[in-house]
């Protein structure tokens, strides 16, 4: 690795979805790197720590949750100027407990196509695109079998 490289920062990052299909935010303290930003929970893998395993670990850390049972779900690479971000995302599927903020942080629950008018760090922009892609492709799925009930 050349040494004036950025250095890779790898991230495990949770999806969870409430049964409205909301999804659980969290925004940066206002002192961290793009602090105030809105993110998707999680946080940095640990040595040589799984990506679930240190979903696991941040999540039980910040939200006070176990989690139960999640899958892999994307990939994002993403370059700032001092340091490029490995975000390891995983969809939540189960777990047990209340998700509050354990780290005083707000929380907000949000419907993927309301995170556009939020800000987030660059990294999550993929994210975000894809949470409202297949949110879009819900609702149009849902519209269509209602229309043809009617």
């Known amino acids: 690795m050349n040494e004036s490289a950025a250095p890779v920062v790898r991230v495990a990052v949770g999806i969870i979805r ?3 299909g909301a999804v659980l935010i969290a925004r940066r303290p206002d002192r961290a790197h793009q602090g105030g930003l809105w993110e998707f929970p999680g946080g940095k893998m640990e040595g040589s720590e799984t990506a679930e395993a ?33 975000l390891d995302v995983w969809r939540v599927t189960a777990y047990r407990g209340e998700p509050h903020g354990r780290e ?16 987030f760090p660059a990294a999550d922009a993929p994210i975000v695109a894809r949470l ?12 269509k079998a209602t229309s043809a009930v009617f």
């Not at 005083?104 to 800000?119: F, I, N, S, Y």
């Not at 892609?133 to 609702?139: M, S």
């Open 104 to 119: 005083g942080q707000p929380l907000l629950w949000v419907r993927p196509t309301d995170m556009e008018t939020l800000a």
């Open 54 to 86: 240190a979903l696991r670990r941040e999540l039980r850390e910040e939200l006070g949750i176990d989690v139960q049972s999640a899958e892999p779900w994307l990939q994002v690479r993403h370059a700032y100027t001092d340091k490029t971000v490995l």
């Open 132 to 143: 409202v892609e297949r949110d879009q492709i819900a609702q149009q799925a849902s519209s």
């Open 18 to 20: 409430d049964s409205a």
